[in-house]
């Protein structure tokens, strides 16, 4: 699932989060959009367990800030 973040990237340690989320999600990724400033984030976790994980490592967020962007994927390529 990706999710899309709304946070003042300011306030954004990408290494302590990208930490916390592996520790959670081995396959995890997370990195700031350049365009929105937003949070990007993809992972099997679900977005409550992503919120905490979020105020774990310093940057707690309302659950409306978090969203689950629609897949892309075509499923070409799994089968």
Known sequence: MELDIRIDPSRVDLTRIER??????????????????HLRVATCAGTSEVRAILAAAGVAVPQQAIHIVPSVCCGGCSG
């Open 20 to 37: 916390a989320l592996l520790e959670s999600d081995p396959a995890a990724l997370v990195d700031l959009d350049p365009a929105s400033g």
